[in-house]
């Protein structure tokens, strides 16, 4: 007979179920997020305000609000081409949606119909910084994860040939977080390393939350986005 110990071993893991599952009702912890923008907005304004590290305490609080609680609670809501939802569990909504509505969400201000109207290249661009973005073509997922592993924890937006979604680093795993068009096509979070979503000619890793970004966050200020195409034309891969 088998060991227990080893069957164990040999059994898959579900890395979907690995991940965080949020605590609170949606709109609540957008709402507790939002007061805590402000009162961080205000101790930045404030005169002699040590602004590293109140940055690096908003950051925090940022990430762990994004990756514990909001993109969480979208886990299982269908996935639709032009899915637009605004609600998790109702409706469906498609990947830029889904990056679009949670960066708002958290209380950045952007454009969520038409970044997510977005090709992956523009909304990147939008996001992240030059110095912390990072292009692989024709590249194994394993280097992509690899690089973003070395990049260090946090929050990274990946975009693929026709597909765009989150990665997130929580120094144990790199887990990608999107509005999935394969398999029964819904929200969900998975290993990195062997999610089908990452196979792909081109990707496009920007690292989120750097400083540009936080400021804008803490000034409530817009984030822009790149002027890009209407709708992504190309048929999505069979």
């Not at 059994?11 to 690995?18: C, L, M, R, S, Y």
């Not at 454009?111 to 194994?140: C, G, H, N």
């Not at 398999?183 to 990707?203: F, I, N, Q, R, T």
């Amino acid at each position: 007979m088998v060991p227990v110990l080893l069957l164990l071993a040999l059994a898959p893991i579900d890395a979907e179920h690995d991940a965080p599952r949020p605590e609170r009702p949606y709109t609540e912890s957008v709402s507790e997020l939002e007061a805590r923008r402000h009162d961080f907005g205000a101790r930045w304004r404030q005169p002699g305000t040590g602004r590293r590290t109140l940055r690096e305490e908003a950051r925090a609080t940022v990430l762990e609000a994004i990756t514990r609680q909001l993109m969480p609670a979208w886990y299982g809501t269908p996935w639709e081409f032009y899915g637009d939802s605004q609600t998790p569990g109702t409706g469906s909504i498609a990947c830029g949606y889904f990056v679009s509505t949670v960066l708002r969400d958290a209380g950045f201000r952007v454009e969520r119909i038409q970044m997510a109207q977005q090709r992956a290249e523009y909304i990147v661009k939008a996001l992240a910084p030059p110095k912390k973005t990072w292009r692989f073509s024709d590249r194994p997922v394993s280097e992509v994860v690899d690089r973003v592993r070395l990049a260090g924890e946090g929050l990274y937006v990946v975009g693929l040939d026709y597909h765009v979604g989150f990665l997130w680093n929580d120094s144990a795993r790199v887990w990608m977080c999107h509005a999935s068009y394969l398999g029964e096509g819904k929200v969900l979070c998975e290993d990195a390393l062997s999610s089908p979503a990452m196979v792909s000619g081109y990707h496009v890793v920007g690292k989120l939350l750097e400083d540009g970004m936080m400021d804008a966050w803490l000034e409530a200020r817009e984030l822009p986005c790149p002027p890009g195409l209407r709708r992504r034309p190309a048929p999505l891969p069979q």
